[in-house]
């Protein structure tokens, strides 16, 4: 089984950065596409962001566009999300998975809810003051 550990969160301003990570236990890391996902309670899981396999494309949630970004070392089983301009809003546990089918069901309706994830992380909470 593949695990997925992420770290990076925690409290920043309005305005600031976090830098979060996705660290996979397997070398076949590299052949998955990569999601994250964040949710806080009494809300639905939302859609942050994904890419692809190689890291050559990614797609970003309208509420994250230009402000978030996403890159992968395979070469070390990780992910990175870099958030910028953060605001309350941005405040949830953040979710990192993996999946095999493919970086286009990112962009399905029932990929944006998270199905068809083979994998998930245990989350990372951000917390974002005003």
């Known amino acids: 089984q593949v695990q997925l550990v992420e770290s990076g969160g925690g409290l920043v301003q309005a305005g600031g950065s976090l830098r979060l990570s996705c660290t996979a236990s397997?070398?076949?890391?590299?052949?998955?596409?990569m999601g994250w996902f964040r949710q806080t309670p009494g809300k639905e899981r939302e859609f942050v962001a994904a890419?692809?396999?190689?890291?050559?494309?990614?797609y970003y949630a309208d509420s994250v566009k230009g402000r978030f970004t996403l890159s992968r070392d395979n070469a070390k089983n990780t992910v990175y999300l870099q958030m910028n301009s953060l605001t309350p809003e941005d405040t949830a546990v953040y979710y990192c998975?993996?999946?095999?089918?493919?970086?286009?069901?990112?962009?399905?309706?029932?990929?944006?809810?998270?199905?068809?994830?083979?994998?998930w992380g245990k989350g990372t909470l951000v917390t974002v003051s005003s």
């Open positions: 890419i692809s396999w190689s890291g050559g494309v990614t």
């Open positions: 998975a993996a999946t095999t089918n493919g970086f286009s069901w990112f962009k399905t309706e029932r990929g944006q809810t998270g199905a068809g994830m083979d994998y």
């Open positions: 397997e070398r076949t890391f590299s052949s998955y596409a």
